[in-house]
């Protein structure tokens, strides 16, 4: 799955001190407000104390000059690939599975997009109640946050078992709604709202979840009403297991991924998740569905994608992460071995490998 590094987990772990037990929100800081100082672009608006506001602008300096080195590494070299590469139109959506929190990636391939629906195993939880934090709460919460930008200023990707870990009811984290927003604030984007979502019985669509606002369970999906150049973007992110034994007992689940797989989809450091047996099932959809699949070697497995679609080769794969089983993907590798038309790839996607990073791109063919 899409992820950061070690210390996500402290990073995220720290946002559930804003949302305990219920509190109170501030009524004086708005969604926006709250993503401005997370993403480190604003330095009042959500605390009152002199010492606060010294901190708030300490970490400001800080995260704002992590995110200039990842655009700089990472995301600008990434969005002139994607403009030269991919095909883009205006409004439309893009559908990304295994993608915990990470809407930079997506919005940097795909930025003309209208929707991009996230789907991953983390709560999405509560907007954070920075103005409820007291000042050595704060001050730990920028300390650690500060520290996941550093992780995703270096990497640009999550790790699974950091959130699995951290996240969830009766866990210490409630959730990963402030990193969407802070990522959000970070791309240039005025976050308009945050409201709980869930699939409706008849897997057709999202529909607010008609739940208590404050509790946690009502909040396991959300939906960030963002704005940016005076155009609305939605970002949906769906809690949903992609397995098996879950899709086969929640046919509403199953026919709304059927319906979102229909329009674009990426995916990227997916453990190879989409290559087990136990994963069948949102693999023929996508196999079935997706008019374009945009990946690294961690999505569908080569050989499937031949059968369907045409696929263009970039950067360098030889085997997958030492992690996974020798073997994976061997048709890939072999692909990347023989194919003279193999693109190159600029910038750093996916896992830490010995032959670098690689992405395929895969056009279904006309029947």
């Given at each position: 799955?899409?992820?950061?590094?070690?210390?996500?987990?402290?990073?995220?772990?720290?946002?559930?001190?804003?949302?305990?037990?219920?509190?109170?929100?501030?009524?004086?800081?708005?969604?926006?407000?709250?993503?401005?100082?997370?993403?480190?672009?604003?330095?009042?608006?959500?605390?009152?104390?002199?010492?606060?506001?010294?901190?708030?602008?300490?970490?400001?300096?800080?995260?704002?000059?992590?995110?200039?080195?990842?655009?700089?590494?990472?995301?600008?070299?990434?969005?002139?690939?994607?403009?030269?590469?991919?095909?883009?139109?205006?409004?439309?959506?893009?559908?990304?599975?295994?993608?915990?929190?990470?809407?930079?990636?997506?919005?940097?391939?795909?930025?003309?997009?209208?929707?991009?629906?996230?789907?991953?195993?983390?709560?999405?939880?509560?907007?954070?109640?920075?103005?409820?934090?007291?000042?050595?709460?704060?001050?730990?919460?920028?300390?650690?946050?500060?520290?996941?930008?550093?992780?995703?200023?270096?990497?640009?990707?999550?790790?699974?078992?950091?959130?699995?870990?951290?996240?969830?009811?009766?866990?210490?984290?409630?959730?990963?709604?402030p990193v969407l927003m802070a990522f959000a604030a970070a791309g240039g984007f005025e976050v308009k709202e945050v409201e709980p979502i869930r699939i409706n019985a008849e897997g057709s669509d999202v529909e607010r979840h008609p739940g208590?606002?404050?509790?946690?369970?009502?909040?396991?999906?959300?939906?960030?009403?963002?704005?940016?150049?005076?155009?609305?973007?939605?970002?949906?992110?769906?809690?949903?297991?992609?397995?098996?034994?879950?899709?086969?007992?929640?046919?509403?689940?199953?026919?709304?991924?059927?319906?979102?797989?229909?329009?674009?989809?990426?995916?990227?450091?997916?453990?190879?998740?989409?290559?087990?047996?136990?994963?069948?099932?949102?693999?023929?959809?996508?196999?079935?569905?997706?008019?374009?699949?945009?990946?690294?070697?961690?999505?569908?497995?080569?050989?499937?994608?031949?059968?369907?679609?045409?696929?263009?080769?970039?950067?360098?794969?030889?085997?997958?992460?030492?992690?996974?089983?020798?073997?994976?993907?061997?048709?890939?590798?072999?692909?990347?071995?023989?194919?003279?038309?193999?693109?190159?790839?600029?910038?750093?996607?996916?896992?830490?490998?010995?032959?670098?990073?690689?992405?395929?791109?895969?056009?279904?063919?006309?029947?």
């Open positions: 799955m899409a992820r950061f590094e070690t210390k996500l987990g402290s990073f995220l772990s720290l946002a559930a001190l804003l949302v305990a037990s219920g509190a109170a929100r501030a009524e004086s800081a708005s969604p926006d407000a709250v993503a401005r100082v997370l993403a480190g672009l604003e330095t009042t608006g959500v605390a009152d104390e002199p010492g606060e506001e010294k901190r708030i602008a300490e970490f400001a300096k800080s995260a704002s000059s992590k995110w200039a080195r990842y655009i700089k590494a990472i995301g600008a070299p990434m969005t002139k690939w994607a403009a030269s590469e991919l095909p883009h139109a205006a409004g439309e959506t893009i559908f990304y599975p295994f993608a915990g929190p990470d809407l930079p990636t997506a919005v940097q391939l795909f930025p003309e997009a209208g929707r991009y629906v996230l789907v991953a195993l983390q709560t999405g939880g509560r907007v954070p109640a920075l103005g409820e934090m007291k000042p050595d709460e704060l001050d730990d919460y920028l300390d650690m946050f500060e520290r996941g930008w550093v992780d995703f200023a270096r990497r640009g990707f999550f790790r699974t078992d950091d959130l699995k870990a951290d996240t969830g009811k009766g866990k210490t984290l409630e959730g990963i709604t208590p606002a404050d509790a946690i369970a009502t909040w396991d999906s959300v939906r960030l009403t963002l704005e940016r150049d005076g155009r609305k973007v939605l970002v949906d992110y769906v809690w949903v297991d992609l397995s098996d034994d879950y899709l086969k007992k929640n046919p509403a689940a199953r026919t709304w991924l059927a319906g979102v797989s229909a329009h674009k989809v990426f995916t990227k450091a997916a453990s190879h998740l989409l290559q087990k047996s136990f994963f069948s099932t949102f693999r023929e959809i996508l196999l079935e569905s997706a008019p374009l699949v945009v990946q690294d070697e961690t999505g569908l497995d080569y050989k499937d994608l031949g059968k369907h679609f045409d696929v263009t080769l970039y950067g360098r794969f030889q085997r997958a992460h030492k992690l996974w089983t020798e073997g994976v993907q061997r048709e890939l590798a072999d692909a990347y071995r023989k194919r003279k038309d193999v693109k190159p790839l600029g910038f750093k996607f996916g896992y830490e490998k010995d032959a670098g990073s690689c992405v395929q791109v895969a056009v279904r063919r006309a029947k």
